[in-house]
C-alpha cells in the first residue's frame, strides 16, 4: 500500500533529510587514502545521534552497521570493516536516518582523490541518470518513467543496470511501497501522486548489469568485477516536479 504524506509529515521527513545530507557532507570530507570503512561508519553514527536521530539502517533486518559501503567493484550493502581505501578507489557511501519515525534515505559515490578516466565517467553518468529520474517524478507520471529515464541514459553510455536492487518509497518506514525499478519491467507501475516520497538511486556498472551476492549474506558486487557506482536522493512527488529533500551538493572526480 502507497502511503501519501501530508504537509506536515513532508516537514518531518524534511528535518530526518537534513541530518542524513548534513553527515553525508561530513562524510565527504573524511573520505581519504587510508581510512579505514569502519571509521568511516563509527562518525556517520555519531554524528546522527549528536543531531538527534538515529541510524536507520543499524539493526534493520539484522544489518551490523550504520553505513553501508561499497568500494570499487561493490555495488552496495557492503559492511563496514578494517579495509581501508587507497588513492584511486571509489566508495559508495548509503545512509538512512529515523528522525522520531520519520526516515530518510541517500547515497552517493566518492573517488578518492584522483581516479582513472573510466570512473570519473561512471560517476558522471550514474549522477545523470539519477537527475533524469528525478526530472520524471512529477505527479501524472508513472514509475516506469523513472524507470526508463534512468536505464535509456545508462545504456547509452554502455554501462550496466543492476535489476535486482531498486529505489522505494520512504517516510514512515525505511523501505515502503512502491518499488521504483531502475528499469521498465513487468512489475507494478502505479501513477505518482503528489505527496508520494519516493528514494531515486541508480546503481550502474561499467561492465554489465550482472550481480553477485557475496557469503556475508549482504555484500553485492559486479559478476564481471567491473566497478559499480550509486547515487540515490529522497524527494516528494509534486505537480511542477520533485522537491529534493536530501541536499547534499553533488560532486564529481575532476572537483576533488
Known amino acids: 500500500m502507497i502511503r501519501l504524506k501530508n504537509d506536515a509529515e513532508v516537514a518531518r521527513i524534511a528535518e530526518s533529510a537534513e541530518i542524513l545530507s548534513d553527515t553525508l557532507k561530513e562524510l565527504r570530507r573524511l573520505v581519504a587514502d587510508g581510512i579505514t570503512t569502519a571509521e ?5 553514527r555519531s554524528h546522527i545521534e549528536k543531531l538527534g536521530g538515529k541510524p536507520a539502517f543499524l539493526g534493520y533486518m539484522k544489518y551490523p552497521a550504520s553505513l553501508c559501503v561499497a568500494v570499487n567493484d561493490e555495488v552496495i550493502h557492503g559492511i563496514p ?26 547515497a552517493i559515490t566518492l573517488p578518492v582523490q584522483v ?23 512529477v505527479a501524472g507520471n508513472r514509475v516506469s518513467d523513472i ?3 534512468v536505464y535509456q541514459y545508462a545504456v547509452e553510455n554502455s554501462f550496466g543496470v543492476v535489476e535486482e536492487y531498486c ?30 516520497v519516493i528514494a531515486i538511486e541508480p546503481m550502474i556498472n561499467a561492465g554489465t548489469g550482472e550481480i553477485e551476492l557475496l557469503p ?18 529522497t524527494v516528494v512527488v509534486r505537480r511542477d516536479g520533485a ?12 572537483e576533488r
Open 115 to 137: 581516479v582513472s578516466k573510466r570512473k570519473k565517467r561512471l560517476l558522471s553518468v550514474t549522477q545523470e541518470c539519477l537527475k533524469r529520474g528525478i526530472a520524471q517524478a
Open 147 to 149: 524507470s526508463r529515464a
Open 216 to 233: 556475508d549474506g549482504w555484500t553485492v558486487v559486479t559478476a564481471d568485477g567491473a566497478e559499480s557506482a550509486h547515487y540515490e536522493h
Open 81 to 106: 570493516g578494517k579495509r581501508k581505501l587507497h588513492k584511486g578507489d571509489i566508495i559508495g557511501l548509503d545512509l538512512g536516518v529515523n528522525l522520531r519515525g520519520y526516515f530518510s534515505d541517500a
Open 40 to 44: 568511516l561508519d563509527a562518525f556517520a
Open 167 to 196: 529505489g522505494h518509497g520512504v517516510g514512515f518506514a525505511p523501505h515502503e511501497d512502491p518499488q521504483v525499478p531502475n528499469y521498465v519491467g513487468g512489475g507494478p507501475n502505479p501513477r505518482l501522486k503528489e505527496g508520494m
Open 243 to 254: 522537491e529534493i529533500l536530501t541536499r547534499w551538493d553533488e560532486v564529481d572526480a575532476e
